[in-house]
T-cell receptor
Framework: GNSVTQMEGPVTLSEEAFLTINCTYT??????LFWYVQYPGEGLQLLLKATKADDKGSNKGFEATYRKETTSFHLEKGSVQVSDSAVYFC??????????????FGIGTKLQVIP | NAGVTQTPKFRVLKTGQSMTLLCAQD?????MYWYRQDPGMGLRLIHYSVGEGTTAKGEVPDGYNVSRLKKQNFLLGLESAAPSQTSVYFCASSYYQKGPTSRETQYFGPGTRLLVL
């Protein structure tokens, strides 16, 4: 079956530090890859996505590149802010024959940024 | 445009009680989903719907029922709550993209925190 692997954390960084959250996946077929972010007390919201190999998704200073050869989609940001403190979920999507998109989520990585 | 809304935000139940969680979306999305979020387990799909009047089981459907009588609403019911159903419940919705390669983003509600004693 399909799966997404990411560390649970928490990852604690000082403001302006470089961030990497690793995400690797296994999938049958050619998935689209997503990073969702969940701020405290809120639902998940899309941060960025990539739909094919070598695509780079980017948003709010975050980037991730779809690496088919290493089945990875690592999230990076050059300089984190306190406001980036949240839980980050890596996810993949594949369609079944009925057109329904099944999303497989990782367990989520909690990021804490301290001033 | 409110997006996806959920009611209630928080609820405490006793074992054996029943309740219904309501999800509403104003984006005219065909697909709707119910997930539960538990520590160390990420999000797991309970049930989903690909259109008005249709529902299907997800990964963890036992103990839950759903209904989609109107396109904009998706209800999740617990007939006899158990402590194992203590969780945070998220509703989500997405567009229907015709063809075998649906790649649409899911839009999530703010969640319902349920505690079953």
């Amino acid at each position: 079956g399909n799966s997404v692997t990411q560390m649970e954390g928490p990852v604690t960084l000082s403001e302006e530090a470089f961030l990497t959250i690793n995400c690797t996946y296994t999938a049958t077929g050619y998935p689209s890859l997503f990073w969702y972010v969940q701020y405290p007390g809120e639902g998940l919201q899309l941060l960025l996505k990539a739909t094919k190999a070598d695509d780079k998704g980017s948003n709010k200073g975050f980037e991730a590149t779809y690496r088919k050869e290493t089945t990875s989609f690592h999230l990076e940001k050059g300089s984190v802010q306190v406001s980036d403190s949240a839980v980050y979920f890596c996810a993949l999507t594949l369609s079944n024959s009925g057109g329904y998109q099944k999303v497989t989520f990782g367990i989520g990585t909690k990021l804490q940024v301290i001033p | 445009n409110a997006g996806v809304t959920q009611t209630p935000k928080f609820r405490v139940l006793k074992t054996g009680q029943s309740m219904t969680l309501l999800c509403a979306q104003d984006m005219n999305h065909e697909y709707m989903y119910w997930y539960r979020q538990d520590p160390g387990m990420g999000l797991r799909l309970i049930h989903y719907s690909v259109g008005e009047g249709t529902t299907a089981k997800g990964e963890v459907p036992d103990g839950y029922n759903v209904s989609r009588l109107k396109k904009q609403n998706f209800l999740l019911g617990l007939e006899s709550a158990a402590p194992s159903q203590t969780s945070v419940y998220f509703c989500a919705s997405s567009y229907y993209q015709k063809g075998p390669t649906s790649r649409e983003t899911q839009y999530f509600g703010p969640g319902t925190r349920l505690l079953v004693l």
